[in-house]
Every structure is written in C-alpha cells, then in structure tokens.
C-alpha cells in the first residue's frame, strides 16, 4: 500500500497554509500578444505545514507522523480548512449539495465530486476522500437514508438498486485531500523556532 488512511494531526492542519495550484504555459509574442495553454487539466493542492506548529509537543507528533510515513513514501488524508465540505463554509451540509449524475435503470456507482465556479468554465473536481459518517446522499430530489454505500478510500457511492431513468443523484460530504510529504528530510532547527522561524513542511497532493 502507498497510501495510509489516516489523517494529519489536527491540530498542526489548522494552521497551515496553501491551496490549489495550475500549470499554465504562456507564449508572448513580440506584438505582446499572449497565447495561454493548460498544461494540467485539473489543479494540484500544496501546502506547508511548518505554519501550524505552535510548541514543542507539535514537533514531536509531527515527527512522529513523519517517521511513520517514511517521508515522502506513503500518503495520507489532509483537512484543508478552506475547502472541505460540499457547501460554502458557515452552510448546513445537505442531500442536494452537489449533483454526480442522473440515473438511468443500470448504473450503480456514483463518483463523489464537487464543482466550482458557475458562469463562465466551471471546473468539476473528483472528491475521493469523503470523511467517514459525513456523506449524504439524495435520489430524484429526496434524501435516502438506506440502500447505498460510500468508499471512503475512493468517493464513490454505490447502490443496491440503480437509480431509475432520469433520476437526479445528489450527494453533501466532508472531505479530506490525499497528500503525501514533499520532502525527505525535516529539518527544525530549535532555537530558531523559539525564535518564531517558521520550519518548511511541505505536503503535495497526491493524484490517482
């Protein structure tokens, strides 16, 4: 296995900072007209950890996590404070939060996903690290309790009957992000983080 279903320390997640990341390929021409190409169809998550350290107990637990995956050799589940749930932040986890697909008499499973944006390119992300007891899931409009699973080690959900033609499958879900460290070495340097120096942690999302 290379990938570990465990979660980084909470405590350490709350403060870290980082977000989505793009490959966007740019060419100027001597006029100053820009011809942009997408070199990654879907963003990648990075983040540095060292932000969330707050005392020596910290470092500990980190290291700790950090020998147990071996460095950068097995991944494991992040909590990206800004964007895990499948409604905006301050908003009630529902059924009908987010639409994976309409049924059609024969298909079963479901990949949990989420979209973002709306107006203009919206881009549709594939969730594959719902948070075990969190998912919701609606048929044709109502919430059904029974009769479905999830994966929580890849996001789909899976039902016992397929939903009938033409019938709306909507789910809502907590989510974690698959990372894995991006380096193989820790290198905290105690007087300089009773100093207030901020270690490098990096963490990189890990893509299926």
């Known amino acids: ?25 740019i060419v100027t021409a001597a ?16 983040y540095n950890a060292g932000y969330g350290l707050r005392s020596l107990a910290d470092i500990d637990m980190l290291i700790a996590f ?13 909590r990206d404070r ?25 298909e079963t499973k479901f990949q949990l996903i989420k979209r973002y944006g709306g107006d203009h390119a ?12 969190s998912v919701v899931v609606a048929v044709g409009g109502a919430q059904v309790s029974s ?24 789910a809502g879900f907590e989510f974690d992000v698959p990372v894995r460290f991006d380096t193989d070495l820790l290198e905290i340097d105690l007087e300089d983080f009773a100093a207030g120096s901020i270690p490098d942690i990096p963490l990189i999302e890990v893509r299926p």
């Open 122 to 133: 919206v881009w549709t992300r594939d969730i594959l690290k719902p948070v075990h007891g």
């Open 82 to 106: 800004a964007d895990h749930r499948s409604t905006p932040p301050g908003q009630p986890i529902t059924a009908t939060d987010q639409t994976l697909g309409e049924g059609d008499g024969q």
């Open 66 to 78: 950090f020998e147990e995956r071996r460095g950068r050799l097995y991944g494991f589940r992040f």
């Open 31 to 46: 006029s100053g007209r820009e011809e942009r190409n997408q070199l990654w169809a879907h963003s990648r998550r990075r």
């Open 1 to 25: 296995m290379s990938f570990h279903e465990i979660s980084f320390p909470q405590a350490i997640a709350l403060g870290a900072r980082g977000g989505p990341e793009r490959r966007t390929q």
């Open 147 to 170: 009769g479905w699973s999830v994966n929580t080690k890849t996001g789909v959900v899976t039902f016992n009957d397929p939903p009938g033609n033409g019938q709306s499958v909507k």
